[in-house]
């Protein structure tokens, strides 16, 4: 019998996919060689390709035995679908599509509007989408984005020394 697998199984198998590519894409990363730090430019990506890679083997794992464990499950036991599950499972496709494109809106107006102005924009949207119809609270939403934004903006440019988008506040 042909076992359903659950959409943690595929988004591992593409997490795996992606960090192979991005590890393969570091090697091709130009560094310095007057800097005597040690680390290039390449440290980062590559340790986030590593980090993402033994992550997703992680949920590859879980995944698998749950699924394992659930097609098991309903075996032994046919239940009748609720329509509540039903409109759980559309809320969730939904929210994955949304932010999909929360995302892709996000990659595009980085280099227009900034690392500040685009990430506190993209983390006040996100924020509303993920947050229930009645507890959104925008007016707190808002000074959190942008302090948010700051931080991880001055963290780059002052502590690690790496320049971000500045977009429209350069």
Known sequence: MLQK????FYASVFLLLFSV????ATLN???LSILTVGVGSDFVPMLVSIAIFGFSI???MKSWIKDRRRNQEQES???AASEWSSGVKKFVSINAVYTTCLILLYVLLLPVLGFIISSSLYLVLQTILLTEKGKQNILLFIPFAFIGSIT????FRFAFN???PVGLLG
């Open 5 to 8: 697998m659950s959409g943690d």
């Open 21 to 24: 590519g991005m590890f393969l």
């Open 29 to 31: 990363i130009n560094t």
């Open 58 to 60: 992680a949920l590859l």
């Open 77 to 79: 036991q046919v239940a």
């Open 152 to 155: 991880i903006y001055a963290l």
């Open 162 to 164: 790496l320049m971000l």
